[in-house]
């Protein structure tokens, strides 16, 4: 089975700091990941996506992420944080399993919220 | 460009009472699915459907029941609803399963008393 850990569920920066958010895997299977973000009393919206190819992934507002397979790991990266950067992130993985239908089940961590201080 | 649209936005029940959320997407998208939210736990699926007439059970399915009729639509219905299942409920679509990004709806919030 797949799975997803975030760790930190609260991380707290200053605006134009660094933000790093983690994310770790497991699946059995080469994954596709995700980063998502959520604003208060909304849906979520994709950030940036890893399916094959290159490890670093560029994404909207100036995030990154890299798909690190030794590490099993997907950390959320943007080099200066903004006061709208403020919301929850999540993390989440396809592919538990070899064969069927393990691409359908989309498994998202726990949700990082994301605060920025002026 | 509606995207995916959920009815309806908030509602409130009884135990024991029974009610269907709806989730109509225009996409075209033949991957469906329902998440619940709840604080600290991310988000939980319940059922998905990879096509008319195709669906499958996810990570918490006990209490709700789902049909998939057709492309467009895929409601969920909660049998005889309980305090546990207050949540906020998310409706999702995507053209290739787990492999394409999720679109999603903005979400129904529902109070079980």
């Known amino acids: 089975a797949q799975s997803v850990t975030q760790l930190g569920s609260h991380v707290s920066v200053s605006e134009g700091a660094l933000v790093l958010l983690r994310c770790n895997y497991s699946?059995?299977?080469?994954?596709?990941l995700f980063w998502y973000v959520q604003y208060p009393n909304q849906g979520l919206q994709l950030l940036l996506k890893?399916?094959?190819?290159?490890?670093l992934v560029k994404g909207i507002n100036g995030f990154e992420a890299e798909f690190k397979k030794s590490e099993t790991s997907f950390h959320l990266t943007k080099p200066s944080a903004h006061m709208s950067d403020a919301a929850e992130y999540f993390c989440?993985?396809?592919?538990?399993?070899?064969?069927?239908?393990?691409?359908?089940?989309?498994?998202f961590g726990q949700g990082t919220i994301l605060t920025v201080h002026p | 460009n509606a995207g995916v649209t959920q009815t309806p936005k908030f509602q409130v029940l009884k135990t024991g009472q029974s009610m269907t959320l709806q989730c109509a997407q225009d996409?075209?998208?033949?991957?469906m699915s329902w998440y619940r939210q709840d604080p600290g736990m991310g988000l939980r699926l319940i059922h998905y459907?990879?096509?008319?007439?195709?669906?499958d059970q996810g990570e918490v399915p006990n209490g709700y029941n789902v049909s998939r009729s057709t492309t467009e639509d895929f409601p969920l219905r909660l049998l005889s609803a309980a305090p546990s299942q207050t949540s906020v409920y998310f409706c999702?679509?995507?053209?290739?399963?787990?492999?394409?990004?999720?679109?999603f709806g903005n979400g129904t919030r529902l109070t079980v008393t």
């Open positions: 996409m075209n998208h033949e991957y």
């Open positions: 989440a993985v396809s592919g538990g399993s070899a064969g069927g239908t393990s691409y359908g089940k989309l498994t």
């Open positions: 999702a679509s995507s053209r290739q399963g787990g492999k394409s990004p999720l679109h």
């Open positions: 890893y399916t094959t190819g290159a490890t």
């Open positions: 459907s990879v096509g008319a007439g195709i669906t």
């Open positions: 699946s059995s299977v080469p994954p596709y």
